[in-house]
């Protein structure tokens, strides 16, 4: 079946990186944009940023400018997220997920994010 | 950005009733070239990743029981649940996916009274 699989737990230190992997497996990897999505502590979810497993290009939200680096490596069907210098304000559930679309003859419609990855918590404290 | 705002914030129907939650974007997220609203539900329990309920604000996913449905188009949407269940109780979040940032709403919580 259609699944996403993350990486497990991590605790770290403010200022230190995460690299979060995200393992695709029952479809195309490269043929759906990969998401990532996180949910903070009495917040809500926001969106991170996306990228393209076809040709690698990312999209990120500007709160995250320069502290994000998604890749894939479509050799093993996997994403990766990385998050640098770290803060408490990072402590939250990362998600992954599969940006679904419908294909016409001439385009994709994006449609939402229909498969998850089941989360990797990533506490940050000194 | 694109601002989505969630009302209420909290609601607790009784089982077997009716639970609306409106969402509402601070521009028009209406894709002119197949016009439909680039407007997607989610539903979140504890423990869970979020569950895509709703897209183009009414077309339901597959598998989602049709107690879920959605409407609204351009700035103002709804997600209703008929005839709320117990394992409904969750908080449910509105996203647009009209323009990046991809933004989502606050959330709503939804009990049982």
């Known amino acids: 079946q259609v699944q996403l699989v993350q990486s497990g737990a991590e605790v770290k230190k403010p200022g230190a990186s995460v690299r979060v992997s995200c393992s695709a497996s029952g479809y195309i990897f490269s043929s759906h944009y990969i998401q990532w999505v996180r949910q903070t502590p009495g917040q809500g979810l926001e969106w991170m940023g996306w990228i393209s497993p076809e040709t690698g290009d990312t999209n990120f939200a500007q709160k995250f400018q320069g502290r994000v680096t998604l890749t894939r490596d479509t050799s093993i069907n996997t994403a990766y997220m990385e998050l640098s210098r770290l803060t408490s304000d990072d402590t939250a559930v990362y998600y992954c997920?599969?940006?679904?679309?419908?294909?016409?003859?001439?385009?994709?419609?994006?449609?939402?994010?229909?498969?998850w990855g089941q989360g990797t918590t990533v506490t940050v404290s000194s | 950005d694109i601002v989505m705002t969630q009302s209420p914030d909290s609601l607790s129907v009784s089982l077997g009733e009716r639970a609306t939650i409106n969402c509402k974007s601070s521009q028009s997220i209406l894709y002119s070239s197949n016009n439909k609203n680039f407007l997607s539900w989610y539903q979140l329990k504890p423990g869970q990743p979020p569950k895509l309920l709703v897209y183009w604000a009414s077309t339901r996913e597959s598998g989602v029981p049709d107690r879920f449905s959605g409407s609204g188009s351009g700035t103002d949407f709804t997600l209703t649940i008929s005839n709320l269940q117990a394992e409904d109780v969750a908080l449910y979040y509105c996203q647009q996916f009209y323009l990046t940032p991809w933004t989502f709403g606050q959330g709503t919580k939804v009990e049982i009274k």
């Open positions: 997920a599969r940006e679904g679309f419908i294909s016409t003859a001439k385009t994709k419609y994006f449609y939402g994010m229909d498969v």
